[in-house]
């Protein structure tokens, strides 16, 4: 049996992956991890798989048709996202018009709408959550010719009829699924991809999966995860870094875990960075973090190989933190980043304008926050809204939605764009507040210097130029 797992193509550097996906002004382009451990999965069980990028390969239509006119895949797996999924579910159509594949839809917008995803003919189920184990099943089913019903986590038509199958547990063994790292290493070309604060080139990996906490906002923790957290073993973290290190052309790995290091993971975090320190591993990382890491776990990461920490901190309202719910306080984030400093390690800071809750006042102090916090980078984004999580429902409640229209999520560059409109904060505003942001940030004279002196490497002045001549650009349009 044939399967293509396939990122379709969209807008030039689109990021699906991403828990907010966009075009980002950084010029980041995500690997599609989802997509990859699904694939890893189904080659572990013997399939004949490939997956297909087809936004890091700048595909286009012609070019997806004319390689499943030859590989004749007999099912197709179609990563989706709310910006994009008008033209997710037109490829669904088209291969299945084409080649007569069975077509599943996944990621988080189907899974918190499927019915509405499979109202479109063409298009023939919908792997709802964490899809490992549910494609894997479907591959079985469609094989053997039994029916549909028993597959945890799908939805599917059956003759006029959408039916909801029950939802699937999630994975409990978390070493059972195949590195992600090889199945790259067989099916994409890893320079494609970039994170502007990541040493390029670089793959990405998750080593676990959920976060305790769920951030109103978040996609993946809302939808996916639902307050539940699971790891792999520091042994399997560290048996993958190895193989990266040994068999790849990579400089740095990203964790791109909901949450690595935190308060609550800082036991585990501590084993990994000891049996990466016991292996003499070498490779570099990055990870995302809570800004509740004491510094004597920071000071051993720095001392594994860990360079920078992305940190969500989000606002300087204490009100509005403890609205999202966040579970933290400001003077976390305060005595996190003077521990990150003294351990060596660099801050990358994300903020979000217009949580609920937030006003003008507030606006301008998250702006002042990120000033007195002064990580390296920054990233400051307009609150964005997706089915499925707390932020949408809130906003749907209140009248404060733009549209319904989900390809208005990003504006035509695929840059965000406000869907939340308030009579005091206005998509507009802040969108404006956003860039306004990142201009006070970054064309401060001392930034500028320090930035310029933190290049090290060839690979830091490709990752600054990379990064910067697209901020430029962002920076000289007219809003």
């Not at 189920?125 to 094989?143: F, H, M, N, P, W």
């Not at 964005?384 to 809130?394: C, H, R």
Request: proline share 4%; aromatic share 12%.
């Amino acid at each position: 049996m044939r399967i293509l797992t396939l990122n379709p193509p969209f807008l030039p550097k689109f990021s699906r992956a991403s828990r907010s996906p966009e075009v980002t002004k950084g010029g980041c382009l995500y690997y599609p991890y989802w997509l990859a451990y699904a694939t890893g999965v189904l080659e572990k069980e013997g399939f004949d798989v490939k997956l297909i990028d087809g936004v890091a390969a700048d595909w286009g239509m012609h070019d997806v048709m004319k390689f499943v006119d030859k590989f004749k895949p007999d099912l197709t797996v179609i990563s989706t996202s709310t910006p994009s999924i008008f033209n997710d579910i037109d490829y669904g159509v088209k291969i299945k018009k084409r080649t007569g594949s069975f077509v599943t839809l996944v990621g988080t917008h189907v899974t918190a709408l499927p019915g509405e995803a499979l109202k479109r003919k063409g298009i023939d189920s919908v792997a709802r959550g964490e899809y490992d184990y549910t494609i894997r099943d479907l591959v079985y089913t469609l094989k053997s010719g039994r029916p549909l019903k028993k597959i945890k986590g799908l939805s599917f038509k059956q003759k006029r009829k959408i039916i909801h199958n029950p939802n699937r547990p999630l994975i409990k063994d978390l070493d059972e699924i195949p590195f992600a790292s090889k199945v790259y290493e067989r099916h994409l070309d890893i320079k494609r991809y970039f994170y502007p604060t990541v040493q390029h080139p670089e793959v990405t990996i998750l080593t676990s999966r959920g976060c305790k906490f769920q951030c109103a906002f978040c996609l993946y923790a809302n939808i996916f995860w639902k307050g539940t957290y699971r790891f792999r073993s520091a042994k399997n973290v560290a048996d993958e870094l190895e193989y990266i290190e040994n068999n790849l052309d990579v400089k740095e790995v990203m964790f791109e875990d909901a949450t690595f290091s935190a308060a609550y993971t800082k036991d585990r975090v501590r084993e990994i960075c000891k049996e990466i320190i016991k292996r003499k591993i070498e490779i570099g990382w990055v990870a995302n973090s809570r800004a509740d890491v004491d510094y004597e776990t920071l000071n051993l990461m720095k001392k594994a190989g860990c360079r920078e920490l992305c940190v969500g901190f989000e606002s300087a309202e204490q009100a509005v933190l403890n609205g999202i719910p966040k579970g933290l306080v400001l003077r976390q984030s305060r005595k996190f980043m003077e521990a990150a400093n003294n351990a060596g390690i660099v801050v990358h800071g994300c903020f979000i304008l217009g949580l609920p809750g937030e006003t003008k006042e507030t606006v301008e102090k998250t702006i002042d926050f990120a000033l007195e916090l002064d990580p390296e980078t920054i990233q400051v984004f307009p609150m964005m809204v997706y089915p499925g999580t707390p932020a949408f429902k809130w906003a749907e409640k209140n009248g404060f939605l733009r549209t319904k229209d989900w390809s208005k999520w990003i504006k035509n560059d695929g840059t965000h764009n406000c869907m939340i409109i308030r009579p005091e904060l206005t998509s507009k505003y802040l969108v404006e507040k956003c860039d306004e942001a990142l201009k006070k940030f970054y064309l401060r004279r001392g930034k500028i210097i320090e930035l310029i002196f933190s290049i090290k490497s060839l690979s830091d002045l490709e990752r600054f130029y990379r990064g910067f001549k697209v901020f430029i650009k962002y920076l000289h349009e007219k809003r």
